[in-house]
Every structure is written in structure tokens, then in C-alpha cells.
């Protein structure tokens, strides 16, 4: 019998999304019995070229995890499109970007004055910096070019899903799984994962009526496990994060950080953030404002930690 | 208005109860200001979503002015501190961002007072045309 093809990539990411298929254990062996692999770098030795030899369309499924932030990873996106019936955005890098995508508050000089240079344990006197091409008398090596900007997938390609998440809970994981096996999809462009918001599940007990008069860190106070972490004045990202985890981390007493992205409808996920929290500062008095304003030490970090390429700003506008 | 003279844009938030009539007022009495802002009337300045000011920025605008009643004064009591609040916290995230703070300015501007509404555009279109054009850098470093 003829199997079907699936294809997964990883791109700017950690790995963790690999392991979260790993992680759904029986599944993966469904997925295995389901689909013939042709490219898996975490798990398989495919090469690029077994890859470029592929006629157009013939994956039937391609799950690329990770943000394109190189001229090799943009190069796997497009030929992987082009291969690919489906081509799915898998976990919050490839989505919005991720945790790369906050290399968007610098360039390609400043990251790499900073790696290699700047930090306490580089000694680099000649100011090496890394090449594309590079002459040896054995002949020429390459490396792949490094991009200013982080970009999420469907900035580079066309993409028909999205599965947020960093990584992808394994329940999400396992749905995602069953609708590519009995290839029951969902409408193209759908985010595979709630309409609503982590508030909405979250179990914690809420105030409706919201006052913080002082922001704190987790180092600085043991939260109630049972109250809003909102209302003892923690930043807790729920109120503008997409649901579809079960308030996994409220539910152990961290706050959201925000990985599943925005909510349907919702433009700007920082900004929405931004509006949510600043507006229940429990005072009137614009001096005392700005002081617990001046608490939120790092907006951009805070509420755009998984979508900085994706927002409406995309990167900073100086470095 | 000659062509090589940078015009700046101005997008203006004005509230329904105090701002907007404060700019009609000044309308009204004929009293002149710069032709750079244009208006936008929502019901509250409580409204403006910071969406709103980064969409404006992002799509052309040059300046964003947000108009609300005075602190005590807001139509629905307390829309006008939330609009503070988001100010306050939004300049924050701007000066991450690498938008000259000058660009987002919040004013109290009652309905009585169109004198004020065409001296608050009066400085910011003085302000943001010394800043100049708001340049998208992104645009050029979109990769």
C-alpha cells in the first residue's frame, strides 16, 4: 500500500516541538502506521537533496516547526511549499515567530557584535565574524546567510494551518494527529486550537472589578493558588492569549506567558496585553501612575514574548 | 503649502463629549490651527485601544493625538484615567519600540475650550514636523 507522505521541519526553535510529538507516545506510532516519513531532522538521516527530488505536491503533509530567521531555513520553506499539500505552522515559532523573534530588537550586526564580541566570555581581537563563503585550499565553504529579521512561516510561504503552543500541548497534538490521519481538516488558515482565551479557561477565582496597585515578580511574592494571579498583582498574559492549553501554567501558579498568540480577531496581541493590564492600575494620580507603570520593567518582553514578528510593528524601528 | 516642506500627518482620537466638541467649538469660532489632523471621533478617550495608536503609526501616520475630558470629568467617570493608564504604559512600550515618545501625545481638552484644541495641534504639528516622517525601518530590514 501506498502510504501517505509527511514531511517535519524544523527551522529557528529549540527542538521542544519535536519532542512534544514524541511526547504523545502511542500517537506517534499511529502517525507512523498512517504516513511515511520523508524528512525528519530531529529523528531520521533524510538529506535536503532526498527532499529537492520530490515532485511538486507529493508530501501530503508537512508539520514545520520554528521561525525563519536564515537564507537555509527560508530555502526549506519554500521548497518544502512547494512539495507540500498541507503545510502546517507548527508551535508558536513558526506562528508568530516565538521566542527567536525577540532577535527582532536588534539586526544581524547587532546580534552578531553582541555574540561575537560583546559578551564577557568572547575573546575575538580580530573581530572574526562569520562568512557565507569562505576560500580554504580544500575549497570553498559556505554557511547559510543570517537574516535582520525574524519572520514567522506564513510571512515566507503560504500556510494553511497554524498549531500554537510552545511547545503544542500533546492533547492538541493528538487532535491535529486524528484530523490529518482520517483527513477530516478544518477550513484552510484555521488555527487548530480555542476561539476564546486562557481567562476563559482558567479555574482560578476572579475579581470582575480588577484594582493592582503594585506589579510583582514570582521571586517576590508566593501566589495564592487559588485567587486570579492578575489580582495579586502578577502579569499574567490570559486575558489577550488564545485558549486551547487548559490553563496549563495558571493551573501550577505561573502565569500565562502568552504562547498560544493572540485570540480570533485580535490585531496586535502586545498591544491588546498592554490595554488589558495598564487599565486596572488601581489609581488616579498620574504621578503615582507612572510609578507603578515604571514596575513593568520590560513591556515589549512581556507582552510580545511569542510575537514580536508577527505584530503590527514586526521588529524595533532603531538599535 | 509649498511641496518640498514636510507636512506632517496627524491622526486625532477625540472623545464625543469633550475633544470633538472642543475642535468644533474652535471650528465653530473660526479660530485657525494647522490642516494636519485628522479627526476621529469615539465615544470615550477610554476607548482607544492602543491598537489603534500603533495601526495609526504603522499605516502612515505621522503623530497620534488622543483627546479626552479633563481627570473628574469623563462623560462615563472613569474612561479618561483608563486612557491614562494605557498612556502611560504605551509610552513605555514606544521608547522599546524606537518611537519618539513626541509622536503619541494625550491632552485633556473640554468642550469649552477650542482655543486649547487648536493650540495642542498647533504644537504637535510644530512638534512632529521638526521629528520629521515617521520612517517604517522595518520596511527596508524586512528580512
Known amino acids: 500500500?501506498?502510504?501517505?507522505?509527511?514531511?517535519?521541519?524544523?527551522?529557528?526553535?529549540?527542538?521542544?516541538?519535536?519532542?512534544?510529538?514524541?511526547?504523545?507516545?502511542?500517537?506517534?506510532?499511529?502517525?507512523?502506521?498512517?504516513?511515511?516519513?520523508?524528512?525528519?531532522?530531529?529523528?531520521?538521516d533524510f538529506k535536503y537533496k532526498d527532499v529537492e527530488r520530490l515532485a511538486q505536491g507529493s508530501i501530503d503533509v508537512c508539520l514545520f516547526n520554528g521561525a525563519v530567521r536564515s537564507d537555509e531555513q527560508e530555502e526549506l520553506a519554500h521548497m518544502?511549499?512547494?512539495?507540500?499539500?498541507?503545510?502546517?505552522?507548527?508551535?508558536?515559532?513558526?506562528?508568530?515567530?516565538?521566542?527567536?523573534?525577540?532577535?527582532?530588537?536588534?539586526?544581524?550586526?547587532?546580534?552578531?557584535?553582541?555574540v561575537y564580541s560583546d559578551t564577557l566570555s568572547t575573546v575575538n581581537n580580530n573581530g572574526i565574524r562569520p562568512k557565507t563563503k569562505v576560500k580554504v585550499s580544500e575549497g570553498e565553504l559556505t554557511l547559510p546567510g543570517f537574516h535582520d529579521?525574524?519572520?514567522?512561516?506564513?510571512?515566507?510561504?503560504?500556510?494553511?494551518?497554524?498549531?500554537?503552543?510552545?511547545?503544542?500541548?500533546?492533547?492538541?497534538?493528538?487532535?491535529?494527529?486524528?484530523?490529518?490521519i482520517t483527513g477530516e481538516l478544518p477550513p484552510a488558515g484555521s488555527v487548530i486550537a480555542s476561539d476564546k482565551t486562557v481567562c476563559d479557561e482558567c479555574p482560578r477565582e476572579r475579581d470582575e472589578n480588577k484594582k493592582v496597585k503594585e506589579f510583582k515578580g514570582l521571586s517576590e511574592v508566593t501566589p495564592d493558588p487559588k485567587?486570579?494571579?492578575?489580582?495579586?498583582?502578577?502579569?499574567?498574559?490570559?486575558?489577550?492569549?488564545?485558549?486551547?492549553?487548559?490553563?496549563?501554567?495558571?493551573?501550577?501558579?505561573?502565569?500565562?506567558?502568552?504562547?498560544?498568540?493572540?485570540?480570533?480577531?485580535?490585531?496586535?496581541?502586545?498591544?491588546?496585553?498592554?490595554?488589558?493590564?495598564?487599565?486596572?492600575?488601581?489609581?488616579?494620580?498620574?504621578?503615582?501612575?507612572?510609578?507603578?507603570?515604571?514596575?513593568?520593567?520590560?513591556?515589549?518582553?512581556?507582552?510580545?514574548?511569542?510575537?514580536?514578528?508577527?505584530?503590527?510593528?514586526?521588529?524595533?524601528?532603531?538599535? | 503649502?509649498?511641496?518640498?516642506?514636510?507636512?506632517?500627518?496627524?491622526?486625532?482620537?477625540?472623545?464625543?463629549?469633550?475633544?470633538?466638541?472642543?475642535?468644533?467649538?474652535?471650528?465653530?469660532?473660526?479660530?485657525?490651527y494647522p490642516p494636519n489632523v485628522r479627526v476621529i471621533r469615539v465615544m470615550c478617550s477610554g476607548r482607544i485601544d492602543p491598537t489603534f495608536v500603533l495601526k495609526a503609526l504603522n499605516d502612515g501616520a505621522d503623530g497620534v493625538l488622543i483627546g479626552g475630558c479633563h481627570p473628574g470629568d469623563c462623560h462615563y467617570l472613569e474612561g479618561n484615567y483608563k486612557a491614562m493608564r494605557r498612556y502611560k504604559l504605551l509610552t513605555k512600550l514606544l521608547d522599546?519600540?524606537?518611537?519618539?515618545?513626541?509622536?503619541?501625545?494625550?491632552?485633556?481638552?473640554?468642550?469649552?475650550?477650542?482655543?486649547r484644541f487648536a493650540q495642542v495641534v498647533t504644537e504637535m504639528t510644530e512638534t512632529v514636523r521638526e521629528l520629521g516622517p515617521f520612517e517604517r525601518k522595518q520596511d527596508v530590514r524586512q528580512k
Do not use: H
Open chain 1, 80 to 114: 518544502l511549499r512547494d512539495r507540500s499539500n498541507v503545510l502546517v505552522a507548527f508551535g508558536s515559532c513558526a506562528c508568530f515567530g516565538g521566542i527567536p523573534g525577540l532577535g527582532n530588537v536588534s539586526d544581524k550586526a547587532g546580534i552578531f557584535a553582541k
Open chain 1, 149 to 180: 529579521t525574524v519572520r514567522s512561516l506564513d510571512q515566507v510561504v503560504e500556510t494553511d494551518y497554524y498549531v500554537p503552543g510552545c511547545p503544542p500541548p500533546v492533547s492538541l497534538i493528538n487532535k491535529v494527529a486524528d484530523a490529518l
Open chain 2, 96 to 115: 522599546q519600540i524606537g518611537v519618539e515618545r513626541e509622536r503619541v501625545r494625550l491632552a485633556w481638552i473640554s468642550a469649552g475650550e477650542g482655543e
Open chain 2, 1 to 32: 503649502m509649498s511641496s518640498d516642506k514636510f507636512e506632517p500627518r496627524i491622526i486625532a482620537f477625540l472623545c464625543n463629549w469633550c475633544s470633538y466638541a472642543g475642535a468644533d467649538l474652535a471650528g465653530i469660532s473660526r479660530v485657525q
Open chain 1, 227 to 319: 485567587k486570579c494571579l492578575l489580582d495579586q498583582g502578577i502579569i499574567c498574559c490570559g486575558p489577550a492569549t488564545r485558549a486551547g492549553c487548559e490553563a496549563t501554567c495558571p493551573s501550577v501558579n505561573m502565569p500565562c506567558r502568552g504562547c498560544f498568540g493572540p485570540p480570533a480577531g485580535i490585531l496586535d496581541q502586545g498591544a491588546k496585553l498592554l490595554s488589558a493590564i495598564s487599565s486596572i492600575i488601581d489609581s488616579k494620580e498620574e504621578q503615582e501612575i507612572e510609578r507603578i507603570v515604571e514596575q513593568i520593567r520590560d513591556p515589549l518582553g512581556t507582552f510580545y514574548r511569542f510575537g514580536l514578528p508577527k505584530s503590527l510593528f514586526r521588529r524595533t524601528m532603531s538599535t
Open chain 1, 1 to 44: 500500500m501506498n502510504k501517505r507522505k509527511l514531511a517535519i521541519y524544523w527551522a529557528a526553535t529549540c527542538g521542544g516541538c519535536d519532542i512534544a510529538i514524541l511526547d504523545t507516545q502511542t500517537k506517534v506510532v499511529e502517525i507512523a502506521d498512517a504516513f511515511e516519513l520523508v524528512l525528519w531532522p530531529i529523528a531520521a
